[in-house]
């Protein structure tokens, strides 16, 4: 049975993965995408130390072709990184030395994340990249700058070996964050349900996220193969003050 008008009543949304984003985008002034393991923690990394980055949906040929199309560096696969490569991995960058391996671009190809704010800014909407860093302050200038305009909230989620999402409880807490902040700073009027569902989720968990992050599903995967640091770094509430914002293709800094 088909829902008459979804969340649109609502000023403030929040839904999951490319079927949502295409669910709860149109109309909004902005769209923030939050993948907390990995895709938006990377990206707000890189932005931190002067990387644009181009989202890319796969890791193909094509991402190569596009890499070198724009003299940046292609993102590979954790297990495949050698030195002085970046992965999707957000400890990757901080622990190149980007000075001397020249890199102020970089192409990030990711399933969800990437996919998504590719998807999106292709349907002409002003995507902004969110994680746990960096929640409250892209919350405040969203605010600032949507004036009471909708906006809409996507968590990328992960997916199982069958290709169908698997809702992710880190993405749902990284969206809350942001929507929560968002509440403060605009007065919270107008939040759909869902979103509000989203801003109870993560104050449930908001003063211990630093020991639940890493038994999160995703974050014991990511412990499990080695890259503990990555559940460190996202799980640094507070600790970006960057907004990347996609811009002609790339995420620049707000």
């Known amino acids: 049975m088909a829902v008459a008008d979804g969340q649109g009543v609502f000023r403030v949304r929040f839904d999951w993965g490319p079927v949502g984003a295409d669910a709860v985008a ?93 998807r999106l800014a292709d349907a002409g909407a002003t995507v902004v990249g969110v994680c746990l860093r960096n929640a409250a302050v892209a919350a405040e200038w969203v605010a600032e700058r949507a004036a009471g305009r909708p906006v809409a909230v996507v968590a990328a989620g992960e997916r199982w070996p069958d290709g169908s999402l698997r809702p992710a409880v880190e993405d749902l807490w990284g969206a809350g964050a942001f929507l929560a902040a968002l509440a403060e700073a605009d007065g919270g009027a107008g939040f759909s349900p869902e979103a509000l569902t989203a801003v109870a989720a993560y104050r449930g ?50």
């Open 205 to 254: 968990v908001a003063d211990r996220l630093a020991t639940a992050l890493p038994e999160s599903v995703s974050g014991r995967e990511l412990r499990v193969n080695g890259f503990a640091g990555d559940v460190t770094v996202a799980a640094a509430v507070g600790a970006g003050r960057v907004v990347p914002v996609l811009r002609d293709g790339w995420f620049v800094p707000a």
């Open 26 to 118: 149109p109309g909004a002034a902005y769209v923030a995408v939050v993948d907390v393991l990995s895709f938006t923690t990377t990206l707000t990394v890189a932005i931190e130390q002067g990387i644009s980055v181009l989202p890319y949906r796969w890791r193909d040929d094509s991402a190569v072709a596009v890499a070198r199309l724009h003299g940046a560096m292609l993102a590979v696969l954790r297990s495949q990184a050698g030195p002085g490569q970046i992965t999707l991995s957000p400890e990757s960058i901080l622990n190149t030395d980007l000075e001397a391996a020249k890199i102020d671009r970089l192409v990030l190809p990711s399933p969800n994340g990437s996919a998504i704010s590719a």
